[in-house]
């Protein structure tokens, strides 16, 4: 079974630009969530979304961030503009209905210079 | 949302049984507490997921007090390959998804020969 894939795997981008982060979760799992984590920290969940719906967003610096999920597969994660604070991984994950084991991606690592 | 604190890190040998402490002290009645694995360069990997008392897997087995203010994680007879960082995550759990997901900081465990 294939696993949750992302592109890119490494980003470097100067501030203030925009950048672009895309997942593919494992076939079937309606759920789907971002999370970032900075060096030497827990994972942060940004947004959580449902099949198309957002769940929860109260995490998501929505002047900057950006997420969708287009026909509740696929999803884009968006920066911008980019600051230098911004600089960690980016994670994506997905489960299935109704089961609390979620599988992580190998993530994003975006550094801002 | 749920506060959880881990230790920092701990140290073991090979063959030894390794525990993990949790706390969560303001974790409310539909939180449900999960542990995940984290290997440098990839994302986090689900282990045990439980509510209250005892839960056994192959892999590790969770216990949680009557008061669910806390959690232990316990590794048994621990390798080299177990050397990783170990996540404590309190989840609200609704219907049939995750809510108000927060990591902990998570525990660096180092199993040395």
């Known amino acids: 079974e294939a696993g949750v894939a992302q592109s890119p795997r490494y980003k470097i981008i100067e501030k203030r630009q925009s950048v672009a982060f895309w997942c593919n979760p494992i076939?079937?799992?309606?759920?789907l969530y971002w999370y970032q984590q900075i060096l030497g920290q827990g994972p942060k969940l940004l947004i959580q979304?449902?099949?198309?719906?957002?769940?929860?967003d109260s995490q998501l610096p929505k002047d900057r961030f950006s997420a969708e999920r287009l026909k509740g597969v696929d999803s884009t994660l968006k920066i911008q503009p980019a600051k230098l604070e911004d600089s960690a991984v980016y994670l994506c994950a997905s489960s299935f209905p109704r089961t609390y084991e979620q599988y992580f991606g190998p993530g994003t690592r975006l550094t801002v210079t | 949302l749920a506060k959880t604190t881990q230790p920092i890190s701990m140290d073991s040998y090979e063959g030894q049984e390794v525990n993990i402490t949790c706390s969560h002290n303001n974790i409310a009645t539909n939180d449900y507490i999960t542990w995940y694995q984290q290997f440098p360069s990839q994302g986090p990997r689900f282990i045990i997921q439980?509510?209250?008392t005892k839960v056994t897997n192959e892999v590790a087995s969770l216990f949680i007090p009557a008061d669910r203010k806390s959690s232990t994680l316990s590794l048994p007879r621990v390798s080299l390959s177990d050397t990783a960082v170990y996540y404590c995550l309190v989840g609200e759990w609704a219907t049939d998804s995750w809510g108000k997901l927060q990591f902990g900081a998570g525990t660096q465990v180092v199993v040395t020969p």
């Open positions: 979304f449902q099949n198309n719906g957002v769940v929860d």
């Open positions: 076939s079937g799992h309606a759920t």
């Open positions: 439980g509510y209250k």
